[in-house]
Nanobody
Framework: VQLQASGGGLVQAGGSLRLSCAASGSTASIYLMGWYRQAPGKQREFVAFITNLGDTNYADSVKGRFAISRDIAKNTVYLQMNSLKPEDTAVYYC??????????WGQGTLVTVSS
């Protein structure tokens, strides 16, 4: 599975951004799509995921502000980010788990939140 993320950019604190990640290749066996992020000088951390059944899970730091969704027909996962904070500044990576093959990672998209 190949992943192409987009939608990052520069936004002021309190603003919103929507990230997208399109999957291609052997997408039929994908059962989970998610987002991670890595801030400068920090380890990569979990942000959110959504399963094929529509179940979602969020990191405590983004609950109530971020929303993950998925268009199965388009093999695309979205991350709507609202009420952004400077501490949300990071490179955001999409991720998939599939029955066939190892986990896949996108190339990352940079989100910068100015105070």
């Amino acid at each position: 599975v190949q992943l192409q993320a987009s939608g990052g950019g520069l936004v002021q604190a309190g603003g919103s951004l929507r990230l997208s990640c399109a999957a291609s290749g052997s997408t039929a066996s994908i059962y989970l799509m998610g987002w991670y992020r890595q801030a400068p000088g920090k380890q990569r951390e979990f942000v959110a995921f959504i399963t094929n059944l529509g179940d979602t899970n969020y990191a405590d730091s983004v609950k109530g502000r971020f929303a993950i969704s998925r268009d199965i027909a388009k093999n695309t996962v979205y991350l709507q980010m609202n009420s952004l904070k400077p501490e949300d500044t990071a490179v955001y990576y999409c991720n998939t788990l599939q029955a066939l093959g190892p986990p896949s990672w996108g190339q990352g998209t940079l989100v910068t939140v100015s105070s």
